[in-house]
């Protein structure tokens, strides 16, 4: 799936957030993490690019499910996570790629160039955790 369809799709579901203040966050476990599994940090790899999620200490739901200590991924494409405002929903643009059908995983067509990626886990309302459960950023380069 190109990411300009994977975004379009991402807009659905993200139509629905609504901005909450950070008091109105969702508690996650001190030890929950996102991480990906594949590509590896460092990888030169071809387009199409296929990014698997994994997620530790939490479960996954879809958007506006309202499970106790689960979510779904976002995934962020080239954002600095100091840039981040953690206590309001995530954006959906071409940087911050939504799952809210509780998929795992991605096949993105992608320019050449290289990248840094990262998940970011958000609630039933793409808000995330408190703390946040977020992957390291990898870096990748397309050939």
Do not use: C
């Not at 996954?60 to 954002?79: Q, S």
Request: aromatic share 6%.
């Amino acid at each position: 799936m190109s990411l300009h369809k994977v975004f379009a799709s991402a807009l659905v579901f993200a139509s629905v957030a609504v901005a909450a203040p950070a008091q109105d966050r969702s508690p996650a476990p001190e030890d929950a993490r996102a991480y990906i599994v594949a590509p590896e940090d460092g990888a030169t790899v071809a387009s199409p690019v296929t990014v698997r999620f994994g997620l530790q200490g939490m479960g996954v739901a879809p958007a506006g499910v309202d499970n106790a200590m689960t979510g779904h991924h976002h995934l962020l494409i080239d954002v600095d996570p100091d840039t981040v405002d953690y206590s309001q929903w995530v954006p959906a643009d071409d940087n911050h790629i939504h799952f809210g059908g509780g998929q795992t995983e991605v096949t993105l067509d992608m320019d050449p160039g290289t990248y840094t990626l990262w998940l970011l886990l958000g609630d039933a309302n793409h808000i995330p955790h408190d703390p946040p459960v977020r992957s390291e950023p990898i870096t990748i380069t397309v050939e």
